[in-house]
């Protein structure tokens, strides 16, 4: 690491520590680095199908350990790792899922198929009513989307591109999926190649994502970095993405998500730092800092519209650093024009410290005059030659049209 990358880093850690001393809209818990837990058994690949023997391990695991994976290139299929225990990924192990569709089928034989709903699958790596487990180490987690399935003739991927052509959904399993834990872990793997969200937590309570290395290519489909929905008390740092749709997603579909901090990372290809579109429950109190966002589509993104609306409030932008953004700054009330019962709302929206320092598209679409999206900027400097689309907005403060160089800031793992 060069020393001009030290202190930027050193910087983004004072600036956080500064940051989150005075305010409540972030993870309340004291969050530091995850210690990775002592190993109660380790495995090394046969070469074969090892999820039988993985599974037994981690059933059989002390509570408060971790099944280590020390050795070799596992292949897998759907795993559950039980409450109070952990999966350790040793350096230069890698996991692969299994791409036989009728692994993770539900019981309606849909998964690996198209129809209108799009959830015939389960996850590849679950963790359910769990308290305390997590996911650990430097080696890696290959979701195998890139591969022809058992059976078929085509790749995860290859079917969420047949989606948009027929015009329904795919049913591809998610990487990992959190659903109704508590206090959960996701420490330095890397993740790659997702079917489906790569890593998304539902009505989770205390949630740590840390150190994490995503990827995908950009025009693979639905392969979110990291999603918390409806979630609490969630802390997600130091991590790079790059993948091919939101690189974090902040969603609200099935109860509130509040107290969110997301710090230290930085985003390259994909959709967008975002929060939205499914704010039905609202999502309130998230701290945003120390971001760097260098070629995605979007950089700040919060959507919503009337099929998924609800309240978007006490958000807070600091310390942005966007480059080869098409749209930096993106605040939209009527994503896709969807209508239905559930109106937007987003108010006491801070966004502080900003550079952007290409050209492109600020947008801030409100819903009428009583109902505008409301935001507050402060020292926020973005490249002369922008354009802005603008409508019921309520604007505080001023974009500054005098940024200029061609970095400034990195920051993530």
């Not at 015939?120 to 308290?131: D, P």
């Not at 997600?236 to 230290?264: E, M, Q, W, Y």
Request: glycine share 10%; with cysteine; hydrophobic share 35%.
């Amino acid at each position: 690491m060069t020393m001009k990358r030290q202190l930027l880093n050193l910087l983004a850690v004072v600036t956080v520590v500064t940051l989150f001393g005075d305010v409540t809209a972030r993870d309340l818990r004291n969050v530091t680095e995850p210690k990775t837990p002592q190993t109660c058994t380790s495995l090394k690949a046969t070469g074969g199908d090892d999820t039988k023997a993985i599974q037994k391990a981690l059933d059989s695991c002390t509570k408060g350990k971790a099944v280590a994976l020390s050795s070799g290139t596992f292949y897998s299929g759907p795993l559950n790792i039980p409450s109070g225990v952990s999966l350790l990924v040793d350096k230069g192990v890698v996991l692969k899922a299994i791409p036989n569709p009728e692994l993770y089928d539900l019981g309606a034989k849909t998964c690996g198929t198209l129809n209108e709903y799009g959830v015939g699958c389960k996850a590849f790596i679950t963790m359910h009513g769990a308290k305390g487990s997590g996911i650990y180490g430097k080696g890696t987690i290959d979701g195998q989307a890139n591969v022809t399935m058992t059976g078929k003739n085509l790749s995860w991927w290859e079917l969420s591109h047949a989606a948009v052509v027929a015009k329904n959904f795919q049913n591809n399993p998610m990487l990992v999926q959190i659903n109704n834990s508590m206090d959960i872990t996701l420490y330095q793997v890397t993740l790659i190649n997702s079917p489906f969200y790569t890593v998304t937590a539902y009505e989770t309570i205390g949630w740590t994502v840390w150190g994490l290395t995503i990827r995908a290519p950009a025009s693979a489909r639905n392969t979110d970095g990291v999603d918390p929905i409806g979630c609490q008390n969630v802390t997600i740092a130091h991590c790079f993405i790059s993948i091919g749709d939101d690189h974090v997603a902040i969603k609200a579909l099935t109860a509130p998500s509040r107290h969110i901090s997301v710090f230290n990372n930085h985003f390259e290809h994909g959709n967008a730092m975002a929060i939205g579109s499914e704010v039905n429950h609202g999502a309130s109190e998230v701290t945003i800092a120390n971001l760097t966002l260098n070629g995605s589509r979007i950089g700040i993104h919060i959507k919503s519209n009337f099929f998924r609306g609800g309240h978007v409030l006490n958000i807070s932008y600091d310390n942005i650093c966007i480059i080869n953004v098409s749209h930096p700054i993106y605040l939209d009330m009527m994503m896709n024009h969807l209508e239905g019962p559930n109106m937007p709302v987003f108010h006491n929206i801070t966004i502080s410290n900003v550079r952007v320092l290409t050209k492109g598209i600020f947008g801030f679409h409100g819903i009428s005059n009583s109902n505008p999206v409301e935001a507050t900027f402060k020292n926020t400097h973005i490249t002369k030659g922008s354009t802005f689309s603008e409508y019921y907005a309520k604007i505080t403060g001023k974009l500054t049209e005098d940024a200029s160089g061609s970095s400034c800031g990195y920051y993530g793992n």
